[in-house]
């Protein structure tokens, strides 16, 4: 069976303001409450998480020991169809505090402060990290990949 495999950084990255300190992402994941990561390559994840969800892949979670890219990677854990993993393509505007699901079939807004917290990260840990995208845009596409069974929706109501 394929593996797919998604990093994640064992620190906060070169130019956040908590640089070389600890993200806890892998108890996060393996505590269940990073439930999902955010990318903007939606093209190359999009149909390695479709395989996954559709039971022809797993999906392994690892972190890098030192500086990405350049270091080892250890696993957190392996999910599969059974995890009901998938995704959902957003629309992140940095400049509200909501996102945008779609567009695909519906379109809701979620508290940007609800949406740090499942990725694992607190708000403004949240904005920093992902505010890199922002420089050159106010809105960012990417594919929210979903480590659990939990989906963004239209009918819950966000706080």
């Not at 998938?86 to 807004?109: A, E, M, V």
């Given at each position: 069976m394929k593996t797919h495999v998604i990093t994640l950084s064992k620190t906060f990255l070169k130019g956040h303001s908590q640089q070389g300190q600890s993200t806890n992402f892998r108890t996060k994941v393996l505590q269940g409450t990073k439930i999902h990561t955010l990318r903007t390559n939606v093209g190359y994840w999009q149909p390695k998480i479709e395989e996954v969800a559709a039971g022809k892949a797993i999906l392994s979670i690892r972190e890098w020991q030192g500086m990405p890219y350049r270091s080892k990677q250890e696993q957190i854990t392996c999910l599969t169809?059974?995890?009901?993993?998938?995704?959902?393509?957003?629309?992140?505007?940095?400049?509200?505090?909501?996102?945008?699901?779609?567009?695909?079939?519906?379109?809701?807004?979620?508290?940007m402060q609800q949406l740090a917290a499942n990725d694992g990260l607190e708000l403004l840990q949240f904005k920093e990290w992902f505010g890199l995208w922002a420089t050159t845009q106010k809105r960012v596409t990417a594919i929210c990949l979903h480590f659990t069974a939990f989906r963004y929706s239209p009918d819950e109501e966000y706080r």
């Open positions: 169809q059974e995890d009901q993993v998938g995704f959902q393509i957003i629309d992140l505007d940095f400049y509200n505090t909501c996102l945008k699901i779609g567009p695909i079939s519906y379109d809701c807004r979620i508290p």
